[in-house]
C-alpha cells in the first residue's frame, strides 16, 4: 500500500494557531499536559504552552490541583502576561470565570432570564446569593410579593430571581424575586379562583375590612369579595359593625368574573324555608293512621 504524502496544507490549522499573536486580556482555551503542586501547564496549540499558577485557578484556599484536575481537561483562562520570564503565557481561570459571570449576568439582564439561586447570608436592608461566583444583593423589598418581617428566615432558602441590575465596572449585581413570586401567587390564584362555581355555599374567613366590604379567604384558599350590600338584608353602616376580622362565616358565590369572586351573605338569607303542606296524622298506639278529629270537624258548620 502506497504511503500517502503528508502537504504543508495538512499542518495549516496548526499552523495558523502557533502564528496567532496573543495579548494581554485575551481568553484562551487549552488542554492540560501537566499537573504540579503549585501549577498547571496547558497546550495552547500556540508557539508557546499557558501556565496557571494555584493562585490564579480557584479562590478555595485548600484547593488541591492534582485533585481538582487531571491531564485531558480543557480550561478556558484569561492571558495575565505573554511571558512570565521562562517563555511561557500566564494565565488566570479566576479573571476569565469572572469576565465570562459578568457577561452572561449581563445578557441575563438583557433577556430577563430566570436564575435559581440560594441565599447564602443575610446583610442589612437585604440577602446575598452567588450567582457563578459573583456576589449578589437582594433587597428585602425585592425577596418576595409581599413585605418581609424577618429577614434570618429566609437564610439558607433556594429562590427563582431576575438580574435588575449588572454593573461590572462597579462589581454590582442586584437581584430580584419579587416580580416571579407574584406572578406565582398570582397564577395559583386564578387556579383556587376557577375551581369555584357559582351558587355554591362555603365558609371562609374575613381577612379584612373595608369601607366598600370584607375580603373573605375561602376554605379552599381562593379570596373573595363581600361587597357591604351584601352582607346583611337589613341596612348597615359599614362592614364593620357586623363582620372583624379573623372571624368565620359563611358566604354563597354569586359571581365568577375576571378573576374575582363575588360573595354573599344576604344571599344565604333569602332563601326561604319550605312551608309544611302535610296533613296532620295522629299515630294510635296499634300502628293504626288516623285523622284528627279536628281535622274531620273541619269545614264542618254546626247548627
Known sequence: MEEQMETMEDYQ?????????????????????????DEITLDLQSYTEGIITKEHFSNDPACILKEAVQPGDEITATVLKTDDGQGHVLLSRKEANDTMAWDKMVQCLEDKSVLHVKVDGIVKGGAVAYVDGIRGFIPASKLDAGYVEDLEEWLGRELDVQVITA????????????????ARRMEERQKKIAACEVGAVSEGV?????????????????TGLLHVSQISDKRIKSPAAVLSEGQRITVKIIAVKDGKLSLSMKALMDVAEPEDTSEHVEYVEDGQASTSLGSLLKGFKLD
Open 13 to 37: 490549522k496548526e499552523l495558523d494557531a502557533s502564528l496567532k499573536q496573543i495579548s494581554e486580556g485575551d481568553i484562551l482555551t487549552g488542554t492540560v499536559i501537566g499537573v504540579g503542586d
Open 206 to 222: 374575613v381577612e379584612s375590612i373595608q369601607k366598600y366590604g370584607a375580603f373573605v379567604r375561602l376554605d379552599n384558599g381562593a
Open 167 to 182: 454593573d461590572r465596572e462597579a462589581k454590582r449585581l442586584v437581584l430580584s424575586a419579587r416580580e416571579l413570586a407574584y
